[in-house]
């Protein structure tokens, strides 16, 4: 009885104090949009303030949000220049909308003027000596011309279907689901409900050193709604970290949706933009010039909007408007808009960013009543400046996550948001926890999840990939393939993974086992990497395609050009151990032991006193170190999967392979060294290049198998890292070295065609060469050890040589963007022309998806 009565009176007192902190907290938050009485136009910059309080100003398309936890206030202005000033009363303590036209101060008419401009200049314009003004001022108010700053930074992101609110309870989809329809938004866009499905938060306390340069947050906490297993929370997270990365108008380019707009104070934003002072106001003092700009071709990559620029001497931003226009040559984004207020501080007067939000609807068409909201805000507070820390909070790695207690909490939300959730957003966690529950919901992703990703989930274990089921060869003819993985619901240290293959030509197995430990209790696939994989795999290959076997049981990539009749069998034992650490420095060490088994018309053989010997196949026992390090590097993160995403900073490889004869039945002693080098170029309006330099030198003498065979492609799909016009196995090399470019325009020229413009498509290009050369050691035309390069036909014509002659050399031009998704290339081959069974020439297509 006593323990019951004790429950109780616990209970009691936790609602108790859940309730006053609820109360202590409790918001006032209005909202609405303000327009022009008679025109109905959208105002932006409409001055909104709590009467005797804080303010904001309304955006671009008029809407405003401001709240406060001051359970005082009870009357709301709205103040505009040229117009009469309204104060609304509001209710203390709850969430309204406040729709606001305001009248011009002549209400008897209202008289439009419309100036005549003549032809726009930058010289003697005094809105581009502003912005010069503006620009020569950057480095000073930037956040980095500070020794050292801290602050507190909360951010919210936020995914919604959006449709008209008839057609959204009217559709049989979401029969099932009608307490997710009760809750929808029909206040944040006009004309459209809202319907939550994603919410994710984070508190995090950041500080920043100049010298030496240091970035450090600390995240006390986070919350985001769950799926459960069936959805990739984390490929989410890092998805749309990358679409709405963080907003720096100071920085002359801006990353949205990954693509790189030119900002409206860049150093050559006069030359892309026009700019138009429309008015002069004055806040706390401080008089601010409003200046308009607008792309001077609104296909480019650029933004149009409002900034409200101070005349205290720094020239800085006060507030910022950017919206892009419809016609920008963007895919998918149908409404994009950023809204960044600035904050006056009090210890240099210099102005830094309050609040930081950017909103972009998405949908297949731009007519389509359907699409996506997704919304990012950030807002900042308790801002100081050079302040330093202690030494040891800029110690380690970037990002430290820390427990706070009871952050999981409710009521640790509510007393920790910068700004309250409104009621429709409150409720999305536990509307997704009810929704994932449901059965109907769970087969739904399932069928999902299969036709995007090609594997299905029963229980600990995932059955694909459907894309490799079948597929079809020269070699094996038609092939089935089928396997298996285990995930972290089987085991967070132990990793399995199979697949059994047959072709029904050479009436061969072909499978792969595989078992792995993780060390620190996370996937193999999660940073950081600390893992040991063992792998015993017994595969076809085709000669040049690297020994980690390609996945060219792809069904798309069983469509080639010309002839592909020189194969290899494969069985290899593989043991291997990776470790990432530090800013994304990452070791492996690995065994390998290969035995590689000629197929096709491929043939090992090398002279003999009376003719020829013939080799049954090659075996090597390798050891390899590799040493990776790519310096902030960003990756879309999968559940089973981690693709790497290419950014401004260099990716550096460094590879030693060291084989050792006599060792587990290895035959040749060698040692191989590769270096590579892969780095994004960002070349503002110019779009970007990505290059890739690469080179390798074998030290010892090997037969031509384990040469570096220069990765061709003989497929009709556009390979980036491969040769597209080179044929299987047509160029050895035991040195070599490659540079590989492509170039991305992002529509640059097309923008500026009449009527081409309308398709928003865009140039590319490529151009790859390659040297190498053949030590006479490793040359089979002067050193009979080796083994002959193969040839073909009855006439025993050559069909593998060195590049001893002259680089190899391919570029091509195409258009890409065509239909949002097609890629197509011309692609020319320039050296070697007088070789046997090639095209100079070729049309190669790739598939990408991209904003």
Same mark, same amino acid.
């Given at each position: ?28 938050? @209005? ?8 025109? !109905? ?6 001055? @909104? ?52 036209? =305001? ?85 944040? =866009?006009?004309?459209? /409900? ?65 693509? !790189? ?5 860049? +150093? ?5 933009? *026009? ?28 933004? *149009? ?12 931003? !006060? ?70 820390? /202690? ?41 997704? +926890? ?221 590879? =030693? ?13 060698? !040692? ?132 001893? *002659?002259?680089?190899?050399?391919? /570029? ?40």
């Amino acid at each position: 009885m006593k323990i019951k009565n004790c429950r109780t009176k616990l209970g009691v007192l936790f609602f108790l104090m859940l309730m006053c902190a609820i109360t202590v907290t409790a918001q006032t938050s @209005v909202k609405g949009f303000i327009r022009d009485a008679v025109t !109905q136009e959208p105002l932006a910059f409409v001055s @909104v303030y709590f009467q005797g309080g804080n303010g904001v100003t309304s955006n671009d398309d008029g809407s405003y949000s401001i709240s406060s936890n001051n359970g005082r206030y009870t009357a709301l202005v709205f103040s505009y220049t040229g117009y009469k000033k309204i104060t609304k009363k509001i209710v203390p303590g709850t969430e309204q909308t406040i729709n606001i036209d =305001l009248e011009t101060t002549n209400s008897l008419s209202t008289v439009v003027i419309k100036a005549k401009r003549g032809k726009y200049r930058n010289k003697n314009n005094p809105a581009v000596e502003l912005i010069d003004k503006v620009i020569a001022n950057k480095e000073k108010n930037r956040i980095t011309a500070y020794d050292y700053v801290q602050y507190q930074q909360y951010e919210k992101l936020g995914l919604s279907l959006t449709n008209k609110p008839e057609k959204i309870m009217n559709n049989r989809l979401f029969k099932n689901y009608k307490f997710i329809l009760e809750n929808v938004d029909t206040t944040t =866009l006009e004309g459209k /409900a809202l319907v939550p499905v994603y919410l994710e938060e984070k508190l995090a306390q950041n500080y920043y050193r100049k010298n030496p340069l240091k970035n450090k947050s600390y995240i006390l906490a986070s919350k985001k709604v769950n799926y459960g297993d069936l959805i990739d929370d984390k490929g989410i997270t890092s998805y749309l970290k990358r679409l709405y990365a963080d907003i720096n108008i100071y920085d002359n380019n801006i990353v949205v949706l990954t693509s !790189q707009f030119l900002s409206p104070i860049a +150093d050559m934003a006069p030359t892309f933009y *026009r700019f138009f002072i429309t008015d002069t106001v004055e806040n706390d003092g401080i008089k601010l010039i409003r200046l308009n700009f607008m792309p001077r071709n609104t296909t480019d990559l650029l933004f *149009r909007g409002v900034m409200y620029v101070t005349l205290d001497g720094n020239y800085g931003v !006060q507030k910022i408007n950017l919206s892009v226009s419809k016609k920008a040559n963007l895919n998918w984004a149908r409404e994009l808009k950023i809204d960044q207020n600035f904050e006056k501080n009090p210890a240099d007067g210099r102005y830094h960013v309050i609040k930081s939000s950017m909103k972009a609807e998405f949908a297949l068409r731009q007519n389509s009543a359907s699409g996506i909201l997704g919304e990012r805000t950030v807002s900042f507070k308790n801002f100081e400046i050079n302040k330093p820390a /202690a030494d040891t909070t800029y110690t380690g790695s970037d990002e430290v996550i820390v427990n706070t207690p009871g952050s999981e909490s409710d009521s640790f939300w509510i007393s920790s948001r910068h700004q309250q959730l409104s009621n429709v957003e409150a409720k999305v966690y536990s509307n997704i +926890d009810s929704l994932k529950n449901m059965k109907s919901f769970k087969n739904t992703l399932k069928i999902a999840t299969l036709l995007f990703s090609g594997w299905i989930k029963f229980g600990p274990i995932q059955i694909g990939n459907t894309n490799t089921f079948y597929s079809f060869n020269s070699l094996e003819g038609f092939r089935a393939k089928v396997g298996g993985r285990t995930t972290t619901d089987f085991s967070k240290r132990f990793y399995l993974e199979g697949y059994g293959g047959y072709g029904f030509k050479d009436k061969k197995y072909k499978y792969l086992l595989a078992g792995a430990y993780s060390f620190n209790a996370k996937s193999i696939y999660t940073y950081p990497l600390n893992y040991v994989k063992f792998t015993r795999q017994y595969e076809t290959a085709l000669p040049g395609q690297e020994l980690v076997f390609a996945p060219e049981d792809n069904f798309l990539l069983s469509f080639k050009r010309g002839t592909t009749d020189k194969w290899f069998y494969q069985s290899s034992y593989k043991l291997e151990y990776v470790h990432e650490f530090g800013k994304n420095f990452t070791y492996k060490i690995r065994y390998q032991n290969l035995k590689q088994t000629p197929a096709g018309s491929l043939v090992f053989e090398k002279p003999a006193n009376m003719g020829l010997d013939t080799i049954q196949n090659i075996t090597t026992s390798e050891f390899t170190a590799e040493l990776r390090w790519a310096p902030n590097e960003q990756f879309y993160q999968g559940i089973n999967f981690r693709t790497p995403i290419r950014n401004k900073f260099p990716i550096f490889t460094l590879r =030693l392979q060291d084989g050792i004869k006599g060792f587990l039945k290895g035959q040749y002693n060698y !040692q191989q060294l590769t270096l590579a080098i892969a780095k994004r170029c960002y070349l503002s309006q110019l779009g970007y290049l990505d290059v890739t330099l690469e080179g390798g030198h074998i030290f010892g003498q090997v037969p031509f198998p384990l040469l570096d065979i220069h990765r061709a492609n003989q497929s009709y799909a556009y390979q980036l890292n491969a040769y597209n016009l080179m044929n299987f196995m047509e160029f050895v090399s035991d040195n070599y070295a490659a540079v590989n470019t492509d170039l991305y325009l992002n529509g640059f020229i097309f923008n500026k065609i009449p009527l081409l413009k309308k398709l928003k498509l865009r140039e590319v290009g490529s151009f790859k060469i390659l040297y190498g050369g053949l030590r006479d050691e490793n040359n089979p035309a002067k050193n009979q050890d080796v083994y002959n390069f193969p040839k073909a036909g009855p006439l025993g014509v050559p069909t593998t040589y060195s590049l001893s *002659r002259a680089p190899y050399m391919e /570029a091509s031009v195409g258009i890409a963007n065509i239909f949002k998704f097609l890629r197509v290339d011309l692609v020319k081959r320039f050296a070697y022309l007088d070789h046997p069974d090639i095209s100079t020439w070729g049309i190669r297509t790739r598939v990408k998806f991209d904003f």
